[in-house]
């Protein structure tokens, strides 16, 4: 069975500074992609980063990046330069190739402070 | 972003009644998915369609069917709503392939109160 567990309800974070959103995962299949999104206070789901099994260098968008430890079953968000607006949920997820659902984690608040 | 549209945006409603959710999307991607989000669950997903007609069940599903009758809209129905689903609902898109999952784009979210 497909599992995400996120291990950290609540984050504080200074502004400027970098911070690590945890998320380890469970899967016996070998082909997969790992996802983060935030959402924000108004709701919508806005997809981050992507990261395939198969991909050798960890993904990296702007601030965001994806430290993929796949012997660990991990895969952690780093948000460097951390923002006010940075204030959301995170949620990791998971997809399995060939199998089109997507497994998400209960999510980590984030709050950053000026 | 994605061209993905919810109807309605907020409903209040009450024990019994029948309730349906549209998605309408406007990028003709084949695969389509009905989530509900509460607190400390993240998203669990209702029901899917991989195609015209083409619908499976999720994790949550009991006391929910789904419809798509054309590419572009997907319907959710609560047949009898019940308190229990009191939630925020969200449609999502993607095209996957066999080759790798492909990124699920997500509708504004439906927020509905089932009094």
């Known amino acids: 069975a497909q599992k995400i567990t996120q291990t950290q309800p609540g984050m504080f974070v200074q502004e400027k500074e970098a911070v690590t959103l945890d998320c380890t995962y469970d899967?016996?299949?070998?082909?997969?992609?790992l996802f983060w999104y935030k959402q924000p206070s108004s709701g919508e789901m806005i997809f981050l980063i992507y990261q395939g099994s198969y991909d050798q260098q960890n993904a990296t968008e702007g601030r965001y990046s994806l430290n993929f430890q796949k012997a660990r079953k991990s895969a952690n968000l780093v948000i460097s330069a951390s923002q006010l607006g940075d204030s959301a949920m995170y949620f990791c997820?998971?997809?399995?190739?060939?199998?089109?659902?997507?497994?998400f984690g209960s999510g980590t608040k984030l709050n950053v402070k000026p | 972003d994605a061209g993905i549209t919810q109807s309605p945006r907020h409903k209040v409603t009450e024990t019994g009644t029948p309730v349906t959710l549209r998605c309408h999307q406007t990028?003709?991607?084949?695969?389509m998915y009905w989530y509900r989000q509460d607190p400390g669950h993240g998203l669990r997903l209702i029901h899917y369609?991989?195609?015209?007609?083409?619908?499976d069940k999720g994790e949550v599903s009991d006391g929910y069917s789904v419809s798509r009758s054309k590419t572009e809209d997907f319907l959710l129905t609560l047949e009898s709503a019940t308190s229990s689903q009191t939630s925020v609902y969200f449609c999502?898109?993607?095209?996957?392939?066999?080759?790798?999952?492909?990124?699920?784009?997500f509708g504004p979210g439906t927020r509905l109160t089932v009094l």
């Open positions: 990028e003709n991607h084949r695969y």
């Open positions: 997820a998971m997809s399995i190739y060939n199998f089109n659902k997507f497994y």
């Open positions: 999502a898109i993607s095209e996957s392939t066999s080759e790798s999952p492909d990124t699920q784009y």
């Open positions: 369609s991989y195609g015209v007609k083409d619908t």
């Open positions: 899967t016996s299949d070998p082909s997969y992609g």
